[in-house]
């Protein structure tokens, strides 16, 4: 999986759940959620978990998903 990409298919999302690919969130041009990893999807909400009781929802449509490189 390329890094610093968009995710936009479920191959995409399962992906980076797969590889705990850290995830940067964008709404309206602005960077809502940055760091966490996905845990859980479907088709109208991502679940992007930042720490151990840190889960933010994130509905699919009105928001872009990036893949980041790790650190």
Do not use: W
């Not at 936009?8 to 990893?37: M, N, S, W, Y």
């Amino acid at each position: 999986m390329a890094y610093n990409r968009r995710l936009e298919t479920d191959q995409d999302f399962q992906e980076a759940l797969e590889r705990q690919v850290p995830i940067r969130v964008f709404k309206d041009d602005h960077v809502i959620d940055a760091g966490g990893c996905v845990i859980r999807f479907d088709d109208t909400t991502v679940v992007i978990q930042s720490g151990v009781s840190e889960l933010a929802y994130h509905p699919r449509k009105g928001c872009e998903f990036f893949g980041m490189k790790k650190r």
